[in-house]
T-cell receptor, first 116, second 112 residues
Framework: DTGVSQNPRHKITKRGQNVTFRCDPISEHNRLYWYRQTLGQGPEFLTY????????KSRLLSDRFSAERPKGSFSTLEIQRTEQGDSAMYLCASSLAAPTGRETQYFGPGTRLLVL | GDSVTQMEGPVTLSEEAFLTINCTYTATGYPSLFWYVQYPGEGLQLLLKATKADDKGSNKGFEATYRKETTSFHLEKGSVQVSDSAVYFCACYMEYGNKLVFGAGTILRVKS
């Protein structure tokens, strides 16, 4: 399977705990994105990387959230001191950068987080 | 700011009925437009796309035409099947941005 993969698929945690999610993009893709999707809504952009550089972060990404892509391949998203409002589906997408933004993003299956 | 508006659901159709899901966008420049589909418990799958005005994207019997004059990208299918039941998201990739902006999604239910 050469698609985007995410682990774990489901995570249940208690409020105040830290959680970390992993995303493995399509191998030749140089851009990697994180989105958050809450029930009944479309995905909302959180952050993106081009190779190992984090180039943009949304205002949705509070200081409890941190993302890394250390070698320009897989990425991790960590949430510290989780809150019940963090419960959502966290989606990862990857793409190959194209001129004038005409790229296509391919999504992974997501990690569903439930904070109790 | 940039935004995408989809018709609200759920849309409930009988098998073999004609489907239209409306989508309009607000953006500067010339964005690329996409339809993604999400089946229960899964991530988003790319359904079709169009990158410039008057382009028609098509896949699996679904079609959408990029209409710059009406800033629309309506999704259509001539004959829906039960297996088409899912949530459909319209999305816009802004020309000078680096992220997709999604609509709220439209639930489609097809009855046999």
């Amino acid at each position: 399977d050469t698609g985007v993969s995410q682990n774990p698929r489901h995570k249940i945690t208690k409020r105040g705990q830290n959680v970390t999610f992993r995303c493995d993009p399509i191998s030749e893709h140089n851009r990697l994105y994180w989105y958050r999707q809450t029930l009944g809504q479309g995905p909302e952009f959180l952050t993106y990387f081009q190779n190992e550089a984090q180039l943009e972060k949304s205002r949705l990404l509070s200081d409890r959230f941190s993302a890394e892509r250390p070698k320009g391949s897989f990425s991790t998203l960590e949430i510290q001191r989780t809150e019940q409002g963090d419960s959502a589906m966290y989606l990862c997408a990857s793409s190959l950068a194209a001129p004038t933004g005409r790229e296509t993003q391919y999504f992974g299956p997501g990690t569903r987080l439930l904070v109790l | 700011g940039d935004s995408v508006t989809q018709m609200e659901g759920p849309v409930t159709l009988s098998e073999e009925a004609f489907l239209t899901i409306n989508c309009t966008y607000t953006a500067t420049g010339y964005p690329s437009l996409f339809w993604y589909v999400q089946y229960p418990g899964e991530g988003l799958q790319l359904l079709l796309k169009a990158t410039k005005a008057d382009d028609k994207g098509s896949n699996k019997g679904f079609e959408a035409t990029y209409r710059k004059e009406t800033t629309s990208f309506h999704l259509e299918k001539g004959s829906v099947q039960v297996s088409d039941s899912a949530v459909y998201f319209c999305a816009c990739y802004m020309e000078y941005g680096n992220k997709l902006v999604f609509g709220a999604g439209t639930i489609l239910r097809v009855k046999s």
